[in-house]
T-cell receptor, first 113, second 109 residues
């Protein structure tokens, strides 16, 4: 299994509070992704990174920001959490863009009250 | 727009064969992935097709027709542990994965 961890695994927070989710990999893969998964929807890309300090927006980036200061860490921040951001968040990594077989972390279940 | 369609839910019997279909419309195409996701767990890679035809891997096979924008995942000799959601995803011209909502497969004894 690819070495990917996410922290925290579960979080309950209140509307308006900032939240940071962490993804850590030990595979030295160049590409890292943050997705959210909601019932009835496919995985939706929030942001992705193609190298240290190189990030770009995905399909549902509003209300989220990311940072990647080291190859192994990719942080997702909700500046001011809203109830619509209640979801399961998955981090994924891939070695190449062309093949793009992605390996997923275990997920973080976030509840915003 | 970009779209992936797959059935929401399917039911099959242990020991039988089931085919899960997926149609896609994307801006450009660089391959088709299938992932398996057990409830409460992360998706795991099953197969990747970029050329037309059938790829067989043990009990699982995946087929692609680029001209029809169509793929299927074939599961043989179904086991109870195959109860899961199966996610179809197409790689578009920007090498981004476009995901279907998943097909929940229920296996009955």
């Amino acid at each position: 299994d690819a070495g990917i961890t996410q922290s925290p695994r579960h979080k309950v927070t209140e509307t308006g509070t900032p939240v940071t989710l962490r993804c850590h990999q030990t595979e030295n893969h160049r590409y890292m992704y943050w997705y959210r998964q909601d019932p009835g929807h496919g995985l939706r890309l929030i942001h992705y990174s193609y190298g240290v300090k190189d990030t770009d927006k995905g399909e549902v980036s509003d209300g989220y920001s990311v940072s990647r200061s080291k190859t192994e860490d990719f942080l997702l921040t909700l500046e001011s959490a809203t109830s619509s951001q209640t979801s399961v968040y998955f981090c994924a990594i891939s070695e190449s863009e062309e093949n793009n077989e992605q390996f997923f972390g275990p997920g973080t279940r976030l509840t915003v009250l | 727009g970009q779209n992936i369609d797959q059935p929401t839910e399917m039911t099959a019997t242990e020991g039988a064969i089931v085919q899960i279909n997926c149609t896609y419309q994307t801006s450009g195409f660089n391959g088709l992935f299938w992932y398996q996701q057990h409830a409460g767990e992360a998706p795991t890679f099953l197969s990747y097709n970029v050329l037309d035809g059938l790829e067989e891997k043990g009990r699982f096979s995946s087929f692609l027709s680029r001209s029809k924008g169509y793929s299927y995942l074939l599961l043989k000799e179904l086991q109870m542990k195959d109860s899961a959601s199966y996610l179809c995803a197409a790689l578009d011209s920007n090498y981004q994965l476009i995901w279907g909502a998943g097909t929940k497969l229920i296996i009955k004894p």
